[in-house]
């Protein structure tokens, strides 16, 4: 049987603007043939079985031609293939997508195409730069830049376009000067408004505005380089007004993650609404403890315990994990009183249908001492399942006031395996923040980026190149020591806490 070729607009840059059904195509694809503009974040949707082929084109270098993307296309689906094309902004907006199914359809091959947000409205949108506005345009016109090298003249009607409100060009910024040049000529004034918008929608955007007749020169003297849209029109006044995006608190900066792969996406999210370039480097994966066996029994001989303490939600799932292996759930602590270190484990509990009985005000070990001040422990058996390398001030503490402790190794952390390439080529590429959520992301980092460049990252965050963000204070010690400068811990030890703090560290709330 046949396959079939799903031509799916990837959009113009920021990966939420991908549509509900290109994702869902994106999870069911055998095959994903996708080109330059689509952000390669977006390959994550498709299964990790699924082939990836790159069949990209940046400027004169181009991986694969169109005849042989074409080709593969209609091999791929003959031989029974589910292919997602993932082209940049929509298929059909100057993308070639009209010559790929046109090709399908002469070979007898099925395919649907899935239109996308492109880069001609959300570009300049994102620029705060709307194409129409009834206070200033009523009609908008597309061309492209780039006209088709082996047409024997241009059939861009230069006359017609001059009299229209709006223009925006895709794919001109080599051939600017000549594109302004032929408005002008054709009756444009050169005093109206235009603009220049590179790598719209992502946190690498960069916008230049001017008048049409100055605007090559602008855009030159700026560095402004393909891929960029170039808006003309008294539409371009409303940019100051309605400019937002390159206004948010954290546009542009490249964060590094650290938190493990698991982990990373919340951080991630909550950088990328205010603007941010989240880089994931997990420094820490969690892997099960090196002798289960003390786990297993702790958790069979559950209905002995008085008090169940979890210090992280990475305990939470190790201890709930073991209970479901042993045909256990929420109800197996019901004789028990349950101690969370603080909101993230107390949402890991509730989750799982446990809503904590004690939490503590301040997220530390420290804090959850506090919280058990009024509690009588005298005699109570704790169980307290965290990670196999932690601290000891929590279990001494509660020995003292009569408790009897049993810790038990829940999980294991260490550095995963590639990590350290990674790092590498992040550090190498430049990041302007660097968050550590738990003293172990400190350390592996340090193990991973190798003593020349860790030295270099000490400096930088001396002389403040590199922000430093801890998540609270028993990993700015650890980062302390480690010889970085900490610039930031927020009060509350969360990760939403985090990411205020970076806002107003990066001058906005």
Known sequence: MSGKVYLVGAGPGDPELITLKASRLLAEADTVVYDFLANPELLALAPPEAERIYVGKKGGDHTMGQEDINDLLCQLAAGGKTVVRLKGGDPFVFGRGGEEASALFKRGLAFEVVPGVTSAIAGPAYAGIPVTDRRHATEVAFVTGHEDPSKDSSTINWAALAGIHTLVFLMGIKNLPNICARLMEHGKPGDTPAACVRWGTTPAQRSVTSDLAHLPEVVRQAGIKPPAVTIVGSVVELKDELGWFENLPLFGKRVLVTRTRNQAGKLSRALRRLGAEPVEVPTIEVLPPSDPEPLRRAVASLADYDLVMLTSANGVQALFSEMARQGLDARALAGARVAAIGPATAAALAERGIQADITARVFVAEGLIKALESHHLAAARVLLP??????????????????????????RTQAPAGSADKLAEALDQGVDIITFTASSTVTNLRELAGRQRHQRLVAASAEGAVTIASIGPITSDTARAAGLTVHLEPEAYTIEALVDSLARHCGRS
């Open 386 to 411: 965290r990670a196999a390398q932690a601290r000891p001030v929590l279990p001494e503490t509660l020995r003292r006031r009569g408790a009897e402790v049993e810790v038990v190794p829940a999980y």
